[in-house]
């Protein structure tokens, strides 16, 4: 079994910080990259950052670049995704996703074959 824990959500006001993590665990465990994705209520899952275990190359939507970064520790298998200057729209469930294959960047048709189960970030104004 492969399992993919999120954690570190929570309720933040504008302009603050968040940091979640997740980890990945199982023995058939194999991925060549990660994802964080989200959910706003009402709204279509979108990708936010992706990284590669090997590399380290990234992707960011537009709409959190320059706030957000995601980075990777090999070791503790564990994705970071430590979010700044936050804002209300960034309200959503959060997703952290692996994909087998190896992807330097985003597109729609990328398959990633295990996620989390998600964890709220909410936003104040």
């Known amino acids: 079994q492969v399992q993919l824990v999120e954690s570190g959500g929570g309720l933040v006001q504008a302009g603050g910080s968040l940091r979640l993590s997740c980890v990945a665990s199982?023995?058939?465990?194999?991925?060549?990259?990660m994802g964080w994705f989200r959910q706003p209520l009402g709204k279509e899952r979108d990708v936010v950052a992706t990284v590669t275990w090997s590399s380290g190359s990234t992707y960011y939507a537009d709409s959190v670049k320059g706030r957000f970064t995601i980075s990777r520790d090999t070791a503790k298998k564990t994705v970071y995704l430590q979010m700044n200057s936050l804002k209300p729209e960034d309200t959503a469930v959060y997703y952290c996703?692996?994909?087998?294959?190896?992807?330097?960047?985003?597109?729609?048709?990328?398959?990633?074959?295990?996620w989390g189960q998600g964890t709220q970030v909410t936003v104040s104004s």
């Open positions: 996703a692996a994909a087998r294959r190896y992807y330097s960047t985003y597109s729609p048709n990328n398959k990633y074959d295990y």
């Open positions: 199982g023995r058939t465990f194999t991925s060549n990259t």
